[in-house]
């Protein structure tokens, strides 16, 4: 079992910045993908962007250049680094994490609001 909890969001002006985090804890040694979701109201859950065990990234289009993803030396904290944000950044943030077998688990979110 893999427990996540997901923290940094808040309301933030558009053009700001916003750092989030995921704590990943259980047994975090089979992670294989951890990735930031985000939904917005009315809107199906996306992908925001992905890190891999060996520390490769992948974005969606609609971030790209403004997002970056990265992990603390114990692979068991990713972060998202949101630059000029836009509010159409505005949502649900959630961590998903993939485990080596397969297994997905997902954090509760945390609200991401990006005022113009």
């Known amino acids: 079992q893999v427990q996540l909890v997901e923290s940094g969001g808040g309301l933030v002006q558009a053009g700001g910045s916003l750092r989030l985090s995921c704590a990943a804890s259980g047994r975090t040694g089979e992670v294989n993908y951890m990735s930031w979701y985000r939904q917005a109201l009315g809107t199906q859950r996306e992908l925001v962007g992905s890190?891999?065990?060996?520390?490769?990234?992948n974005y969606a289009d609609a971030v790209r250049g403004r997002a970056t993803l990265s992990r603390d030396n114990t692979k068991t904290t990713m972060y998202l680094q949101m630059n000029s944000l836009k509010p159409e950044d505005t949502g649900v943030y959630y961590c998903r994490l993939m485990t080596l077998a397969g297994a997905i688990y997902w954090g509760q979110g945390t609200q991401v609001t990006v005022s113009s």
């Open positions: 890190i891999n065990s060996g520390g490769f990234t």
